[in-house]
Structure formats: C-alpha cells, structure tokens
C-alpha cells in the first residue's frame, strides 16, 4: 500500500529511520557462512555501507522476466547478506515493504536489531525486487514529474482536476515507454517466484520469512505459493488480504487521517511547546490553513501544499516523526521561519530520485488487481472519503492515478482462502504482529489475515504508533518474535477474533521546542520509502 508520496508509504527506508539506534554486535564474534549457500557469488558490495561493523556482502541472481520463460528475457536480482556472527542453521529473508522498495539495506538493519541469540544462528538475507533498486532492467518513468511546486491535489474546479489527470495519464505513458516489457511482470507473484528462486539459489530447503507492510502481502503470496517451503512467517503491519489496491487505498485514507487526527491531539497536549492549538480541533485548523497558505504562495517556489502533504505523511507512519514535524509547523505558522519546514521536505519529501521507487510501485499495483476506468468513480469515492477524511484523501488519489490508464498486462487480485476462486492459504504456523494506530495499514487487515491464515497467531501492540513493529524496541513484541523465531513458539491461539496476544505500546514521543526543529533529520527518504496510500498507502 502506498505511503503517499511516500506512497506505497513503502515502508521501506522510513522504517529503517524512524527507529531508534540499535546496539552494535558484541566485537571480536566470529562470523562463518554455510558451505551450501555458495552457490550465490558473495562479494563486498560496491554500493551499499554496512551499519556498524558487521560483514555485508552482495550477489546477484539472474531469473526469468516471465514466469514461464519463454521469451527468454532476464531479470537481475540484487541481493545482500549479513551472515551469522557463529554457525548458521537459518536464513531469514527481509522485505521492508513498498511495493517499489529497495530492500537491500534491510540486511544490516534487521541483523543489528535481532537479540544476540538470534544473529548468532541467522544469516539475513534482502533483496532489491525486481525492476527497483540495483536490480536491472530497471523502471524508468518520468523524474521531472516531481518538479517543485507540483499541481495543489485538491482540485478547485473542473479545470485544476483536468491538468492533474493529464498528469498521472502522461506518468504512466512515460513508464510504459521507458520501462518496456518488465512492466508486464512486476506483480506480487512475479516477486513471490523470485523469492523462491533465492532460496534455490541459496540451497535451502525452507525459508524464514520477515516482511513488512507490503511485504506482509508479498509473504502471505509466497507461503500460498510454496507452502511447504516455509519454516518461519513473520507479517508485520498487515495488508488487508481481502482488498485489492483501489479499495485497500480508499481504506488506508481514512486510516492516515485517523493517524493525523492522533497527532494533532498529540501537538494540542503540548500547546505550551508549539503554540498551535489548545485542542485538536485548533491544530488541524493551523495546518490546513497552512496548505491553504503554501497553495497560494509556495515557500522559495518549493514547498507547496502537495509537498507539505508528502512530507507530514510521516506522521501516519511514526510517532518518532511527530516532534520534528510539529516543531517544523509551528516554526513557520507561529513564527514565520520556513527553514524546518524546507528541511522537512528535503528528508522526506519526493524529488527526481523518487521516480525509480514511485514507478516500481506503480508497477505492482497497478497489475496486482484491476482498476476502474471511468474516472467518474475515482472523483466520487475520493470526495466522499474527503469529506470525512481530508488529509490525505485526494493526494492519495492522485498517487494511484495513473494505474488508470497503466499500459500492462493487469490479473486479478491473489485472494487467499478457501472459497471458490481463492488460492489456498498457507496452514503451517505464522506470526502476525500490527499496532492499532498504525495509519498505513489499518490494523483491521490483520484481524483478517488472521482468519485466512488457521495456524497463525496475531499480536497487537495495543496503542502502538509504528508501521512496523517486529524489532523495533518493544520488549513485549521482540520477545514473541524471538522465542517464534528460534524455537518456533507461538502465543496460543484463543477462540474468536483475536487476538491471541496484546503487547503495551511504548511511550508516545516527548515534545521538543520549536527552535530543536533545526536539529539534524533523520536520514532522507524518497517516496519509496512509504507505503503509497492504499493498503497502505503503498509500502516501499
């Protein structure tokens, strides 16, 4: 699910930011690879740094564009590793969402964040999925789409829509004219089949299985696919299984403003820190206001309100994110000081180098399930969703518009179950784990998921802000992973809806004063980062 802008708010890059530091491995550990995992050539990665001091290798694994290869076209897929500090006897693969994420870096940040039990017996292994990231061929659409200031996606009149739908039409015309035939085989099973063949490659029997987000979609695909090829699933931050991506994003709108709506509480419990409002109410006016503001005079002919809103979109993502934002808007609407709010934009908002992950989402979601293709159902959902939920509601729109008029072969939604028309879904054991503020992926998707998959087991992170919860500092959670993840255990399952287990949520974040919004920003993060506004909006 996109991430506006962040789209497929992917969750990929964001979340990797947006946690807090992990300690480093014990020094001087030893680290050996399994003999039948050198099949792969692991060499040291020419364009990727690890963390810390952990080893971290790359390869690549050439595969068929098409899944029955007979055109005999190839797809090169980029992968890298972080072996095991003692002996491995498991290998974990990472997905940190999207779709349109590279997943590469996830391989040091899993690794770091695993207790020492778990990184003494788990290579992790992550990938860049295919057509994104270092894997080629590569998806190309238009980079100058994100020139600054872009179109205001709250269309005034008839007119300001028009030229917003010529837009997303002559977007998905340039992927499909500099992409070429990859766009027809980017769906979530065209990446489920990649997966299996790594763990070919990588001589394994089963798998374990981290993904986030998207990801969570993409394993629950992979383990109805290859059910006996699975040893350990773990689904964070759950795509609802039974939304393709038109209705997912509809839902996921709703979700992010809910989101909003927490942390513009949030900021009015700490008036005295950011003079934007003794209520929610007040807050919300001061940021619209805001938007309004920025759509008639851009800050330096940059910041207008589509970059405002692909930049706050964090908000919905992370807790972490909310004093930093707040502070950037109440540097600029209480004092006047743009400088926070510029920064804002540069960590978070969508630039020319986005186009690679914003195309890559596309790419699968557009194929994944069909779309309407009269417009006049997109303009009536959107507004009835914004009339109740305008914080994201027509930006989130524009982000999957152009899988309206998308050139590529599109397939029906993979639904798993056990009805007609349903693959079956995968029975072995699974780990289910989702916060209940979580904007991205509404947290009904895992109580769904949950009835789909008979021998999973769903934790919740009661009050939990985080897309992404699995190894992020939540000693509750990290301990149920661990205990599955090493020796297969599993909250018991109770009769009902779930879920079978609550973990509490950790502190909500502390204010800082406006003047901190200076302070450095987390690492910058292209719209592939975020999971596009759908099922979460999506996920890279």
């Not at 014990?26 to 060499?43: C, H, P, S, V, Y």
């Not at 005295?272 to 001061?286: I, K, N, Q, R, T």
């Not at 802000?465 to 500092?473: A, E, M, Y």
């Not at 003047?515 to 996920?539: F, H, I, K, V």
Request: net charge negative; glycine share 10%; with cysteine.
């Amino acid at each position: 699910m996109r991430a506006p802008t962040l789209a497929a708010i992917s969750v990929g890059a964001l979340l990797a930011s947006l946690v807090a530091a992990v300690p480093a491995q014990a020094e001087g550990a030893r680290e050996t690879t399994r003999i039948d995992q050198k099949a792969l050539r692991w060499m040291p990665c020419e364009d990727l740094e690890p963390l810390g001091d952990e080893t971290l290798e790359c390869a690549t694994l050439t595969v068929p564009m098409s899944r029955n290869g007979t055109d005999g076209e190839t797809v090169r897929v980029a992968l890298s590793r972080v072996p095991a500090t003692g002996t491995a006897e498991h290998t974990l693969l990472v997905n940190p969402g999207g779709p349109g994420s590279a997943g590469r870096r996830w391989a040091s940040y899993t690794h770091r964040r695993m207790s020492p039990e778990l990184r003494e017996v788990y290579d992790v292994v992550s990938f860049d999925p295919r057509g994104v990231g270092a894997s080629t061929p590569s998806i190309t659409c238009d980079p100058a789409y994100f020139d600054p200031p872009r179109p205001d996606g709250v269309p005034a009149d008839a007119d300001a829509e028009a030229v917003l739908r010529a837009d997303a039409e002559a977007y998905a015309a340039a992927c499909a004219e500099n992409t070429g035939p990859l766009l027809d085989h980017v769906r979530t099973e065209d990446t489920a089949h990649d997966m299996d063949a790594i763990r070919i490659a990588l001589d394994l029997e089963e798998i374990d299985y981290l993904g986030y987000s998207y990801g969570s979609y993409l394993g629950t695909v992979y383990s109805a696919l290859y059910p006996d090829r699975v040893r350990a699933l773990v689904l964070d931050s759950v795509v609802g299984p039974d939304n393709p991506w038109y209705e997912s994003n509809l839902r996921q709108s709703a979700a992010l403003d809910r989101s909003a709506r927490g942390f513009f509480e949030w900021v009015a419990r700490h008036h005295a820190s950011y003079g934007l409002g003794a209520d929610a109410e007040e807050v919300e006016a001061a940021y619209y206001g805001l938007r309004s503001e920025l759509a008639r005079d851009p800050v330096d002919g940059v910041v207008g309100p589509t970059e405002l809103e692909s930049s706050v979109i964090v908000v919905a993502y992370s807790g972490g994110t909310w004093p930093a934002v707040a502070a950037a808007l109440a540097d600029r609407i209480v004092d006047g000081d743009a400088t926070a709010l510029k920064r804002l934009h540069a960590a978070y908002g969508e630039t020319a180098e986005s186009d690679n992950g914003y195309g890559g989402y596309l790419a699968v979601q557009c194929t994944d399930s069909r779309w309407p293709k009269d417009w006049a159902t997109w303009r009536a959902d959107t507004e009835e969703v914004h009339d109740t939920a305008p914080f994201m509601a027509w930006h989130n729109t524009w982000y999957n518009a152009p899988c309206a008029t998308w050139d590529a072969e599109v397939e029906d939604w993979f639904q798993v179950g056990y009805g007609p028309y349903e693959h079956p879904a995968y029975r072995g054991d699974a780990l289910i784990v989702h916060a209940t503020g979580d904007g991205a992926t509404p947290v009904e998707g895992s109580h769904a998921l949950r009835n789909r998959l008979p021998g999973s087991a769903l934790v919740i992170e009661e009050g939990g802000l985080t897309h992404g919860v699995s190894l992020t500092g939540n000693a509750c959670v990290d301990e149920i992973v661990r205990g599955y993840l090493l020796d297969g255990e599993l909250p018991e399952r109770v009769r009902g809806d779930g879920p079978d287990a609550v973990c509490r949520a950790r502190p909500e974040p502390a204010p800082r004063a406006p003047q901190s919004a200076a302070d450095p920003l987390l690492d910058r993060l292209g719209s592939a980062a975020l999971e596009r506004p759908t099922g979460a909006g999506t996920p890279e």
